[in-house]
């Protein structure tokens, strides 16, 4: 069965701070790799993707992810934090038998002026 | 505008009671799901349908029927509700494969008093 795995319950980072929030995972096959933010009292947004391709994935806001097959990891990154990046962000991978996505259990991003 | 649209977005109700959420997406994707958010923030896939057909069932208590009349709509109804029920309800929808992404609703916060 597929799992994510996100160590960090809280990150927390000064503005203007490079920030990685982190994330590994475990599936068969090829994964299909997810990052989406909640904001207080919010939906799910989407923020990027890693199907296939270039293993250096950019997403909306200034975020970007790397894939890394043989360390299986896809960790979120931004080179300049932002007081407004400070929600919560889950890392998901498609469960290609199913389609569903699981997700993992969040890491809160605190941005600190 | 092209969304995953929930209604209603808060509910408050009394044990014991039955209540449906409502699901519609305009995105012509053909897969929906519904997720539930627990009071940890933990996301976890409930059902999936397929064009109407359902094709997850995860291990939840009878109480909740899922309900697709057509693949832009998919349902929730809980009969009986309990405390435990309480959670934030994410609505859904991929297309395929899933390379395209999921779309989230905005949820709805369902809270049994």
């Known amino acids: 069965a597929q799992s994510v795995a996100q160590p960090e319950d809280q990150v927390n980072v000064a503005e203007g701070n490079p920030l990685t929030v982190k994330c590994t995972y475990s599936?068969?096959?090829?994964?299909?790799l997810f990052w989406y933010v909640q904001y207080p009292n919010r939906g799910l947004q989407f923020l990027l993707k890693?199907?296939?391709?270039?293993?250096l994935v950019k997403g909306s806001y200034g975020f970007e992810a790397e894939f890394n097959k043989s360390q299986t990891s896809f960790h979120l990154k931004k080179p300049s934090a932002l007081v407004s990046d400070s929600a919560l962000y889950f890392c998901?991978?498609?469960?290609?038998?199913?389609?569903?996505?699981?997700f993992g259990s969040g890491t809160r991003l605190q941005v600190q002026p | 505008d092209t969304a995953v649209s929930q209604t209603p977005k808060y509910l408050v109700t009394q044990m014991g009671n039955d209540k449906s959420i409502k699901c519609e997406q305009n995105?012509?994707?053909?897969?929906m799901y519904w997720y539930k958010q627990d009071s940890k923030k933990f996301l976890k896939i409930m059902f999936s349908?397929?064009?109407?057909?359902?094709?997850i069932n995860e291990t939840v208590p009878n109480r909740f029927s899922p309900k697709s009349p057509d693949k832009a709509h998919l349902n929730l109804h809980i009969n009986s509700l309990e405390l435990g029920d309480s959670a934030v309800y994410f609505c859904?929808?991929?297309?395929?494969?899933?390379?395209?992404?999921?779309?989230f609703g905005s949820g709805t916060r369902l809270t049994v008093v």
């Open positions: 859904a929808s991929s297309q395929g494969q899933g390379a395209s992404g999921y779309t």
């Open positions: 599936v068969s096959g090829n994964p299909y």
């Open positions: 998901a991978v498609r469960d290609g038998g199913r389609r569903a996505l699981t």
């Open positions: 349908y397929n064009n109407k057909e359902l094709i």
């Open positions: 995105l012509g994707h053909d897969t």
């Open positions: 890693y199907i296939t391709g270039d293993n």
